[in-house]
């Protein structure tokens, strides 16, 4: 039975880490490291998470000297990991407890590099507001137009570790990525849930003027764009987060 290494960001999700863990902890395949970088920098989020830590012998903790954000928290934890697999999974988000075990299955049988899956879009409640379901195939000129993966429901071999690298960004640090792997690997998409993704008004991913910054950056700065098809892209990337928001 391979490795699986979890890999978490924290940062001011105390509402949610106990869920998040416990939903981790209840998977049915049991070889698995969880990796938190503790990004808050705080006593308080100290003692939280040391207290997570010290249920499980499979848990470590990583305490950042400063905070770094989402990205470079993850590609701290992508350094330590040990795993033949990685998976990431955001502190307020939830799976189900067949993830890890159907994915790597899935991912040995077709020998797979990269897989994200379908997601459950719940609130601060926990009640279910809607979801997202994946394609197959996602090529760059289908991501270039909307960030159709969920970071929480992504797995990847690790024979493609050197290249997951997050950027510095606020929000967009994956679909940076994503654009990325998609240039060089196959994306595929599992139809099934396993993920439930919180959608929070309060998280920094939310802050519109943020998301918007931060696209403009990813077409204009990473990907090269011209001025003027970045804003055009920035404003299809707008609809489509409306859209599935609402929807």
């Not at 507001?129 to 996602?138: A, N, P």
């Amino acid at each position: 039975m391979s490795l699986v290494s979890v890999i978490i960001p924290y940062f001011n999700k105390k509402e949610f880490i106990f869920n998040c863990i416990n939903s981790i902890l209840k998977q049915k395949y049991k070889n698995f490291e969880i990796i938190i970088v503790n990004d808050e920098c705080s006593d308080e989020s100290r003692l939280i998470l040391k207290d997570i830590a010290n249920k499980d012998s499979r848990i470590r903790l990583i305490n950042n000297k400063k905070n770094l954000g989402p990205g470079l928290s993850r590609n701290i934890g992508i350094k330590k990991s040990k795993g033949k697999f990685l998976a990431f999974i955001d502190a307020d988000d939830e799976w189900g407890s067949n993830k890890l075990k159907s994915q790597v299955r899935f991912m040995q049988i077709n020998k797979l590099l990269f897989t994200h899956t379908s997601y459950f879009i719940i609130n601060k409640q926990n009640k279910l507001i809607g979801k997202f379901t994946v394609k197959k195939f996602i090529k760059y000129e289908d991501l270039i137009n909307s960030c159709d993966i969920g970071l929480s429901t992504v797995m990847v071999s690790s024979k493609i570790k050197k290249d997951m690298n997050f950027c510095s960004l606020k929000t967009k640090e994956d679909y940076v990525l994503w654009l990325k792997l998609s240039k060089k690997y196959t994306l595929y998409g599992i139809s099934r849930f396993y993920t439930k993704w919180r959608n929070l008004n309060s998280s920094i991913s939310s802050s519109i003027y943020r998301r918007i910054v931060d696209a403009f950056f990813v077409y204009y700065f990473f990907e090269k764009f011209s001025l003027i098809k970045s804003i055009f892209l920035v404003l299809n990337l707008s609809l489509f987060y409306i859209k599935k928001k609402y929807n």
